[in-house]
């Protein structure tokens, strides 16, 4: 164990239990898995992504690439997950990835003998030849050999919350300045929100040893809290990463909860911040020498992290390669809890004065103008090769190398808006300077990196927020703190040693790749990207995008000021696409729309189909019908011998109210409905502007300037926008309004030769009679006190009338219906018999309403008012929509009577080779007609109503159908359309 | 108030949190023809300035929600479903008006945590200093378009809000409640 006895942020009362590739580890409330690791001493993790060579942890923060694992199991895998972020919890199994068939062992560490043909955009060169070979064997095998973690394979397990925040001030990172602002926020009474990945807020003074107002840091940082905590106006959200920036000062967040039945609970938020302070702090950099990514080397903060945080040891014998002052403070914490350091080296020729003497004290070896040129040892550290000054090599043995390079500012949200970072001499990184609009940058984001700066700049940026948002912030004393100056001297690449030099450690990205694609010409960052891949992946190159660019910009002879860094786009760290989804998945993907007669519906034995978001019965079985077919031919034999039931509540229907009503719906439809007598009904046809058929229905007319239109199912919201359109943008003079009533009603079709009877009995005060209440006839009534209105309508072609009442007795009403029905056999219908009683009757449906067809072509070209304008007229009266070969609605009936008939068959001419050329249409409806014993159908067919008695095939390649059939009227059933006038 | 305390079923029920369900009353969509003139006549029929965009107010048993420019959703508690007519008759030629009873549950939530739940889906400040009573707004929760507002507040002066929701997506709609509710910390 390298556990310190005593220390840190842990909770040594609370242990908890894990496993790590099996194998049972304790740790304590307060570890991430990365520190109870280092605790156990496990040192090797992972695999790398190409060479699988072996990898320890790097980092204690979001940017870690190397030590990435699978969280859970089953369904709540988790791929990918960083073990220096996920929090410790009892239970926990985590597995090592990209490894086969072990950690320990792994026999695709072959790559790396075969790294010369991996080099950079090795694959646009090894495997170009046989071209066929790249899908089915190349990139199979790449993808096999080189990855990350998988995925289960099974439906998602974790549980996925979304919520929404509102702040005056949101202050991303709870490190020094991000406290400072908020405090800033809070102490003037604004709404603030304080977001930090972490699962406790405080960032680095939570790992580092600082004095503020005289107290150690990491008090100053409780007392904060605990002040901010008790202020109403402030919310305090660890663990809870800001992924992303977006229009309207908008920023997307993932909140991680605590596991829920085994599986990872995430919560999405969508936080509107009139102002924002960029906290994020910064990254340490790698340095780039050979062997920089054996397991044990780690970065200086990291260690820190672990050893002041954590109270876990990563090492004994350590080293420190370090280019900065701030490397040389790990020393100090070291020291403090015991542990010497064997060797420090800096490559810079003046090390920290004080800072060395107390090293010297303490017996360690101390290298100025040294760099490490090599490090030796199979999966973890042995000894680290020094180049001293005078160019002699020594080697130094250790088990722990810690590297300090210099600070990278945290700032890649700020980018997600388009702001481009710049190059700043001062701290040898890229700082932005253009935010996005309502964001500032504070601290050590910002690029001031040592504590007084930090805790200044926080309490600066937090005050000019709330000037800017007219608060009046009271004043506040900047903490007295320590200037621990960042002193650094950029080291790039430590030139000669043997061995590869990591830039990118996720995706394997050396020192010499950089070079090549500098060679091969990809000389801008972006392409660099592209082409070596650095940068790509989980970790996003947030620890080694500034080395890459930085050699790039030194192969490629110019500045690194010149050569630029990319742009950060959201999310900033991976988030799980269920994430967004929320609780919208399977069968919640969308809402779906249930009609009032949904319940009865099920109770009678309903299929339910989608109709858009609607449910909609297909078709009512029963016990005893051998299929749905015979389900469907049962329902269709009863509206055409008795009375049958369907609900239709589903179509559109909405209200036109005004004086000019009339005038709009002229303008609507093709034909006229100004002239409609209050208390009928008519059959209309609308188009677009384009000059093809946009939907039908029927419209009522209830009084003088009232009438009620409806619309198909599909096109309900379409034809309301179309009307709005109209109204408000087309002719804002007319004097009419309209609204969807669709909502309000629930609507019923009662159809069949006894229809009247059951209706006489439902509504016994209402005169039913041919006389007084004919085909088309429309009313409104009253049905048990409540409004109702009632249809003489019929899609089916038989004796039909359509009831509504409000949605909230539609339920009452069916059950009433049934109640008064039952002793003469009604029989509830659904949209599969409703589709064959309209084929039957040829009437048009969304199959032949596709598009693609115009009133002529559906032959209802008469209906075209000549003596007025309505929308799609001038289109409709182009030549090619009036052509002689267009194809028109013809019905088709099958020759064989025992032969079936497809939706989508193409129609040829009898003789004809079924190619292309001789196609002349295709069969738009097809069902099988209990009416007629047969199948039947609707089809678009060339020069159709000079064709009839024509035999042509119906040709259905995709199911092998190839039937001979008779071209007929669609009309097949009572053509003079004597039953539905009763 | 719209209130119908013996209809309403009771869907959540913990502490600082209740949710109730109730058929919607008497509804009716009212959309100005002469909007001066209307208010006039909303003035001295029910004694209450029709709210302006984003507001609601209450009078006379009759709650008027703004729900798009010249466009009222009117509620009348306890009054039958022939209500609508009875509206437009009295408001004559300077509106038109269109019964919407059936179209929407009501929703009501009640309690310290209300505001909480109805952040989870509403994309809009809560705030009580923003959202203050007699706020309204039409807006979408769960992809699921609604009219809220925040009646006057009761004694004890804690937020309460009323729901319309689509009677068809009541179903999806309390499957975001309860699903929303069992993550509520």
Redesign the interface.
Known sequence: MSRLASGGLIDRARPLSFTFDGRQYRGYAGDTLASALIANDVRLVGRSFKYHRPRGILTSGAEEPNALVTIGRGANTDPNSRATTVALYDGLEAVSQNRWPSLSFDMMAVNGLLSPLFVAGFYYKTFMWPARFWEKLYEPLIRRAAGLGRLSGQDDGA?Y????G?CDLLVIGGGPAGLAAALAGGRAGA?VILADGDMRIGGRLLSERHEIDGIAGIDWAAAALAELAAMPNVRLMPSTTVFGVYDGCTYGAIEQ?APKAGAS?Q?YW?I?ARRCVLAAGAIERPLVFPGNDRPGVMMASAVQSYVNRHAALPGRRIALFTTTDSGWRLADDLRAQGVDVTAIIDPRDHSPHDAARRAHQHGTRIFSGAMVTGTRGGKAIRSVDVRDADGQVQRVEVDLLAMAGGWNPSMGLGCNMGGRPVWCDEIHSFILKSPPPGMTLAGAAAGRLSLREALADGLRAGSEAMALLGFAAPLMPVPKASDDPAGMQPLWHVPGGRGKAFVDFQHDVTDSDVALAAREGFRSVEHLKRYTTLGMATDQGKTSNVNGHALLAAASGKTIAEAGTILSRPPYLPVAIGAFAG??RDE?F???????GHGWAQEQGAVFTDAGQ?KRAQWFARPGDADWMATVRREVEAVRSGVGLCDVSTLGKI?L??PDAGVLLDRLYINRFSTLPVGKARYGVMLREDGFVLDDGTTSRLADDRFLMTTTTANAARVMQHIDHARQVLWPDL?V?A?S?T????QFAIAGPRARLLLERLLPHVDLSDRAFPYMAAAEIEWQ???ARLFRLSFSGELGYELA??????DALLRRLAALGADIGLTPYGTEALGVLRIEKGHPAGNELNGQTTAGDLGLGRMMAGDKDFIGRAMAGRAALNGPERPVLVGLRCVDKTARLRGGAHLLPMDAPAIAANDQGFVTSAAFSPTLGQWIGLGLLRHGRERLGERIRAHDPVRDGDTLVEVCSPIFVDPEGVRVRG | MVEQPDAAQLLIGRPGLRVMMAEAPAMATVMARDEQALRQRIAAEHGLALPSGGRCSTGDGITFIATAPGTWLALADGLSPHWPNTLAVQLGDTAAVVGQSGAYLLFRLEGEHAAALLQKGVFIDLHPGQFTASSAAVTVIAHIGVILWRPDDQPGNIPHYRLAVPRSLAVSFRHWLESSVALME
Do not use: C, M, N, Y
């Not at chain 1, 919350?161 to 929404?164: K, P, Q, S």
């Not at chain 1, 909502?743 to 629930?746: G, P």
């Open positions: 549980v919350d979304r919520d929404h509102f709404r909860l609970a919560r969508k509107v609780q919208h919640h969308r809402p779906a729309r249930l009609t009032a609607w209200e109210i005004g004097d309004h609204i009533v909502e309000s009603w629930a006190g409540v409004p009442v409000p949605a909230g007795d539609g």
